[in-house]
């Protein structure tokens, strides 16, 4: 199971930090991918992160502006979300994929190519201009 949490309103060249709350299941053995769907458009993968290696990835869109953590400990994964945009305004979820189907092609595929395991409710970031 999956909780992603933390969103909310924010102006233009704010932060956010989402949290994305795993039980079930540890994060040595799944890899984390952040997505977002904004209104009308298809849904986006942004980041991920592989505890096991501790690898990250990040789409175009955010690289530079998106860091993506993660606490094994509390089995819990972050996204710090700097100078926010309006364009940033969507649904953040949070999902878990099984780390072993990701390993080998970790360098290769952005996190939208897997087929996602189990899937968490989003939580809505809206950047006011």
């Known amino acids: 199971q999956l909780q992603a949490s933390g969103g909310g309103l924010v102006q233009a060249g704010g932060s956010v930090r989402l949290s994305c709350a795993v039980s079930?299941?540890?994060?040595?053995?799944?890899?984390i991918g952040w997505f977002r769907q904004a209104p009308g458009k298809e849904r986006e993968g942004i980041s991920a992160?592989?505890?096991?290696?501790?690898?990250?990835k990040y789409a175009d869109s955010v690289k530079g502006g998106f860091t993506i953590s993660s606490d094994n400990a509390k089995n819990t994964v972050y996204l710090q979300m700097n100078s926010l945009k309006p364009e940033d305004t969507a649904v953040y979820y949070c999902?878990?994929?099984?780390?072993?189907?990701?390993?080998?092609?970790?360098?290769?595929?952005?996190?939208?190519?897997?087929?996602?395991?189990?899937w968490g409710k989003g939580t809505q970031v809206t950047v006011s201009s």
């Open positions: 992160i592989s505890s096991s290696g501790g690898r990250t």
């Open positions: 999902a878990a994929v099984l780390v072993d189907t990701v390993n080998s092609t970790w360098g290769i595929y952005p996190i939208g190519h897997y087929g996602m395991d189990y």
């Open positions: 079930g299941t540890t994060l040595d053995y799944t890899a």
